[in-house]
């Protein structure tokens, strides 16, 4: 099935504008035509959906940028592309104006689908890599709401990602959601880039070195992440009351 590609207004894409968390050096290029935030080492990028979730959900978009399926990390304005079984159209430039619209209605709209359309779940990562059919423990309810379930954290390493594991690291971006993991991790934790798609989080005890996970993060991301999926090779590192994560150096 071919979706039908044409420009469409921002009244009709409005309920369907999510954002992306990618890193900012790897895609410098396609992010000058592209309208974006910086944060720290990332930039927070925009899309649409081609389509509503849950109506033809696997289709195949004309004109696709990423025709093996992956997301094309090169170059992204303005294309539009099928991954993770959706059909998206990259926000650029040239689309933002002619909607004669701001990077602050992009973010704002963004700000209220993603968590919706994208739920959030943090699952033990031993629990990911033995059973992937476990359901995790759900943050943030179909309705934007948080919800937590306490059992069985401890102080091992978790996966925070959202319910389609598809750009699963923008979870961060959530609003409360950051404060809401602090309750199981004793109030402090660092965050490792995995990929695009995911965060590990683990609890900051007094013996955690942040260079050594540097070190691992950097190791990974050289050995086990393809190269248009890394997100970035830093450490981050959020605790109770901060507004939102900040950058270990």
């Not at 993770?84 to 701001?102: H, P, T, V």
């Not at 937590?148 to 979870?171: I, P």
Request: glycine fraction near 10%.
């Amino acid at each position: 099935m071919q979706y039908e590609t044409q420009r469409e207004s921002f009244e009709e894409v409005r309920d369907r504008i999510c954002y992306r968390l990618v890193g900012y050096e790897r895609n410098r290029k396609s992010l000058e035509r592209q309208p974006h935030i910086r944060k720290a080492d990332l930039a927070i990028t925009f899309h649409y959906l081609l389509n509503p979730l849950g109506k033809n959900k696997t289709v195949t978009a004309a004109n696709s940028g990423a025709g093996n399926g992956r997301y094309p990390g090169g170059g992204y304005a303005e294309d539009c592309f099928t991954d993770g079984g959706f059909a998206c159209r990259n926000i650029g430039d040239r689309l933002l104006e002619s909607w004669g619209k701001s990077i602050t209605d992009l973010y704002q709209a963004a700000m209220r689908n993603t968590p919706v359309l994208f739920p959030a779940f943090i699952r033990p990562i031993e629990r990911m890599l033995c059973d992937l059919g476990y359901p995790g423990a759900e943050i943030f309810a179909e309705d934007g709401t948080i919800m937590m379930d306490r059992k069985n954290f401890g102080n091992g390493l978790y996966v925070l990602t959202n319910g389609h594991s598809w750009f699963g690291a923008s979870c961060v971006l959530y609003p409360g959601l950051l404060e809401a993991a602090a309750g199981l991790f004793g109030g402090r934790y660092f965050l490792l880039p995995s990929s695009v798609h995911e965060m590990l989080l683990l609890k900051a005890d007094a013996g955690t070195c942040a260079a050594d996970l540097k070190t691992i993060v950097e190791a990974v991301n050289r050995e086990e992440v393809g190269e248009d999926e890394i997100l970035s090779d830093s450490v981050y590192f959020y605790r109770t009351g901060y507004e939102s994560f900040i950058r270990i150096d």
